[in-house]
T-cell receptor, first 109, second 114 residues
Framework: GQNIDQPTEMTATEGAIVQINCTYQTSGFNGLFWYQQHAGEAPTFLSYNVLDGLEEKGRFSSFLSRSKGYSYLLLKELQMKDSASYLCAVMDSNYQLIWGAGTKLIIKP | NAGVTQTPKFRVLKTGQSMTLLCAQDMNHEYMYWYRQDPGMGLRLIHYSVGEGTTAKGEVPDGYNVSRLKKQNFLLGLESAAPSQTSVYFC?????????????FGEGSRLTVL
């Protein structure tokens, strides 16, 4: 079966750095996505990785290792507005997205 | 641009009632999707469409039907609502062949079935 695993909840301090991990087992791989979802709102796109390595976009970076079935999202200089759920999703061989349950990130002052 | 618009935003139904959720996108996207999101679970694909006049089943299609008569609209129907269909429903769209596969989501429709 296909499976995406990520921690249920994480807590971090404002101004700090946090890393959210995602491991996956899917039938085929056509890219890994990170989305941010604030409570009561729709998910919004953060990043896309299809090749191994690090993609940096401002305070957010995403890393992929296809051989390990592993990705992480790195958030730097945390702000209170970063409190949200972070969803990991993998596009499988049928070009369908398989979603993790999401990681709820709580930022404390 | 409005992007992806869902109506209604909220609805309460009694068991056995029927209803239709409407999704409209103004980005000329080929692909459209209906997901449901439940606490502690990932987004689950109900049905999707890769173009006008086409639909396909996703992971959890039972109890739902869909239609894509116009490219910009994707309708999700519940013929006989059940309490297990209480959920938040999201519509999403993306370009055909988009190498990033980025999905654009509607704001969600919160459905409660009593």
């Amino acid at each position: 079966g296909q499976n995406i695993d990520q921690p249920t909840e994480m807590t971090a301090t404002e101004g700090a750095i946090v890393q959210i991990n995602c491991t996956y087992q899917t039938s085929g791989f056509n890219g890994l996505f990170w989305y941010q979802q604030h409570a009561g709102e729709a998910p919004t796109f953060l990043s896309y990785n299809v090749l191994d390595g690090l993609e940096e976009k401002g305070r957010f970076s995403s890393f992929l290792s296809r051989s390990k079935g592993y990705s992480y999202l790195l958030l730097k200089e945390l702000q209170m507005k970063d409190s949200a759920s972070y969803l990991c999703a993998v596009m499988d061989s049928n070009y369908q997205l398989i979603w993790g349950a999401g990681t709820k990130l709580i930022i404390k002052p | 641009n409005a992007g992806v618009t869902q109506t209604p935003k909220f609805r309460v139904l009694k068991t056995g009632q029927s209803m239709t959720l409407l999704c409209a996108q103004d980005m000329n996207h080929e692909y459209m999707y209906w997901y449901r999101q439940d606490p502690g679970m990932g987004l689950r694909l109900i049905h999707y469409s890769v173009g006008e006049g086409t639909t396909a089943k996703g992971e959890v299609p039972d109890g739902y039907n869909v239609s894509r008569l116009k490219k910009q609209n994707f309708l999700l129907g519940l013929e006989s609502a059940a309490p297990s269909q209480t959920s938040v429903y999201f519509c999403a769209s993306r370009r055909q062949g988009a190498d990033t596969g980025e999905l654009f989501f509607g704001e969600g429709s919160r459905l409660t079935v009593l």
